[in-house]
């Protein structure tokens, strides 16, 4: 499975941006997928994920309620809708797939995209 994450810019606090991941291979709508997160000098944090069945979703509580993940298994895409962005939301953005075990780890995700930049200014 290869992701290609997209849709990272420079938005101002407040504004919206929707992040897209395109996967390639035929095992990926059985993956559960994710969003993870990188701001500069800090580890990589877990955002959202959702799960390739019943579409179940979770969020960082950093998150809840202005982010929205979701899926597409016939396109194999993943989006991340990002309302009411923060400056702290600033970071780059990976799209995972195929989690074992935790879905909030990174650690636990075998696939990843090259990241897309996102950055939110005051």
């Known amino acids: 499975v290869q992701l290609q994450a997209s849709g990272g810019g420079l938005v101002q606090a407040g504004g919206s941006l929707r992040l897209s991941c395109a996967a390639s291979g035929r095992s990926f709508s059985s993956y559960t997928a994710a969003w993870f997160r990188q701001a500069p000098g800090k580890e990589r944090e877990f955002v959202a994920h959702?799960?390739?069945?019943?579409?179940?979703?979770d969020y960082a509580d950093a998150v809840k309620g202005r982010f929205t993940i979701s899926r597409d298994n016939a396109k194999k895409m993943v989006y991340l809708q990002m309302n009411s962005l923060k400056p702290e939301d600033t970071g780059v953005y990976y799209c995972a797939a195929q989690a074992v075990g935790s879905k909030t780890r990174s650690a636990s995700y075998g696939y990843w995209g090259q990241g897309t930049q996102v950055t939110v200014s005051s």
């Open positions: 959702i799960t390739w069945g019943a579409g179940s979703t």
